[in-house]
């Protein structure tokens, strides 16, 4: 589940000479030492140069390019080649720890498995959780196995009984009909089922099938959706508008996008309720200001919750769409418009109202994805 010696400090050797001389070239971190392997290594100057090396791998042209030490053989020059072509940036589920390698799934409907080896160290060791677990990495082919490029971002985060069996049936779907992908590049190897057919258990039936009206949502979690929705939508149409209403079905088919949903377990009026304050609070409900405003004592008494349940839910519901005042996805564009957190931005050095500036400007903004989109447009339509 590690890596043999040789191959820890040929890693080590050709990961510590590209993020350095990348930092060279980018100055991303000042006074930063190259590093050597054998030698105690400062860790945050990788944690800062990493993430902008996997938005620009171009820059890993750049180094073969160059390679102006001209340290690196044939050989190695190959296996950083590899890396530009075939890196794999994602969050994925750690769902076994096996003796080769540990298995990580994409959260995809048709999830992927990959056999990730550890470095200097297994994954078991290195990530302390009991699996699973979601964890963000970069992996890297090398030298005909998966590795990780020496950073794991794990998230503590449970899973309750519904998710965990979701998660083992989804693994065992993918090994059934794709295997474990052990190389980058090279096809896995699919472990076939058992002849013997096995009379099916009553969770493995069929799940109902429910019509979204349109919603983009798997069709394994249609029915709950529906059941969620309905809900929503009659709050909506006595308490808020079309508008809270349209955010919060967007928001729930999102929910039920995610692998696996968090919606296969609980109640149905708790995650109505759930949704229904986390977006409303999103959008500054509870400020009587505002011309449609409620207490949290009205969101949880509609739904017959206690506020605590309501808010424990809606906190949850926050945390897995990441909700805030920057994001902008989930808010109200009366909000959008008057929130100056979206729209002032550094533009040559000076904070500036992009509002204010050119519409070339307002595009290459809208393109990096800095604002919800073109002001100028929108003046255009008054």
């Not at 930063?32 to 800062?48: A, C, Q």
Request: aromatic share 10%.
């Amino acid at each position: 589940m590690k890596l043999p010696q040789s191959e820890i400090e040929l890693f080590y050797k050709l990961w510590g000479t590209l993020i350095w001389t990348i930092n060279q070239k980018h100055k991303i971190v000042p006074a930063f030492k190259k590093p050597v392997y054998g030698e105690r290594i400062n860790e945050t100057p990788f944690i800062v140069i990493r993430p902008k090396l996997w938005e620009n791998p171009q820059w890993i042209d750049d180094f073969l390019c160059e390679n102006e030490f001209n340290k690196l053989n044939e050989i190695e020059c190959e296996i950083l080649k590899d890396w530009r072509k075939n890196f794999i940036k994602d969050r994925f589920i750690v769902v076994k720890h096996l003796k080769p390698y540990s298995v990580f799934m994409t959260f995809e409907d048709s999830a992927k498995l990959y056999g990730v080896c550890g470095i200097s160290t297994s994954i078991k060791e290195t990530v302390l959780y009991d699996v699973p677990y979601i964890v963000d990495a970069v992996l890297l082919p090398f030298k005909g196995k998966i590795i990780y490029d020496s950073f794991l971002g794990p998230h503590s985060v449970s899973f309750g009984k519904g998710l965990r069996d979701s998660i083992k049936d989804s693994y065992e779907k993918a090994k059934e009909t794709t295997g474990i992908i052990e190389a980058i590049g090279v096809p896995p190897i699919p472990i076939k089922p058992q002849s013997v057919a096995k009379k099916p258990k009553s969770s493995q039936l069929t799940p109902p099938v429910g019509d979204t009206k349109g919603a983009n949502v798997p069709q394994s979690i249609s029915a709950r959706y529906v059941e969620v929705a309905n809900i929503i939508e009659k709050f909506c149409d006595e308490k808020l508008n079309e508008e809270y209403k349209g955010i919060c079905l967007r928001a729930l088919a999102k929910l039920c996008r995610k692998r696996p949903s968090p919606l296969v377990s609980g109640r149905v009026q708790t995650w109505a309720c759930g949704i229904v304050y986390a977006i409303g609070s999103n959008n500054f409900i509870f400020d009587k200001s505002q011309s449609i405003n409620m207490t949290a004592d009205e969101i949880a008494e509609w739904f017959s919750l206690s506020k605590s349940t309501a808010g424990n839910k809606a906190a949850e519901v926050n945390k897995l769409l990441d909700l805030s005042y920057f994001n902008t996805e989930f808010q109200l564009k009366s909000r959008i418009d008057r929130n100056p957190l979206i729209w002032y931005l550094k533009v040559n050095g000076f904070i500036v109202d992009i509002r204010t500036m050119p519409r070339e400007v307002q595009e290459e903004a809208f393109c990096k994805g800095l604002i919800p989109y073109i002001p100028a447009d929108e003046d255009a339509d008054v």
